[in-house]
Nanobody, 129 residues
Framework: QEQVAESGGGSVQIGGSLRLSCVASGFTYSAACVAWFRQPPGKEREGVAALYTGSGKTYYLDVEKGRFTISQDVAQNTVFLDLSNLQPEDTALYYC??????????????????????WGQGTQVTVSS
């Protein structure tokens, strides 16, 4: 069974950093699209970063460029999301999603929910003063 599982969330103070991990099981991240989404309390889920594992091409939500970095470790079959300079508005449940053998995507498509068929359960990030 193909699954992804997130970890690495937690509670941090303003300005802190976290590394979120998304480990795949039942398949490998080759020629896959992998994205991180966040859903703040009472708000819609939005894509913040995406990666095409075949080429390494990355996509970011414009407002988060420079603070969030998506990367992969092929040997660990893991995709990471590094969060820096965290602010209270970053408090959210962060989800990893993936789609195998995905075609080339535009940035809008890569950060949209419709592309992805496999989702994790989410990991909570809480930022406080």
């Amino acid at each position: 069974q193909e699954q992804v599982a997130e970890s690495g969330g937690g509670s941090v103070q303003i300005g802190g950093s976290l590394r979120l991990s998304c480990v795949a099981s039942g398949f490998t991240y080759s020629a896959a699209c992998v994205a991180w989404f966040r859903q703040p309390p009472g708000k819609e889920r939005e894509g913040v970063a995406a990666l095409y594992t075949g080429s390494g091409k990355t996509y970011y939500l414009d407002v988060e460029k420079g603070r969030f970095t998506i990367s992969q470790d092929v040997a660990q079959n893991t995709v990471f999301l590094d969060l820096s300079n965290l602010q209270p508005e970053d408090t959210a449940l962060y989800y990893c999603a993936t789609e195998r053998d995905c075609p080339p995507l535009t940035a809008r498509q890569a950060l949209g929910k419709a592309v992805y068929g496999t989702w994790g359960q989410g990991t909570q990030v809480t930022v406080s003063s």
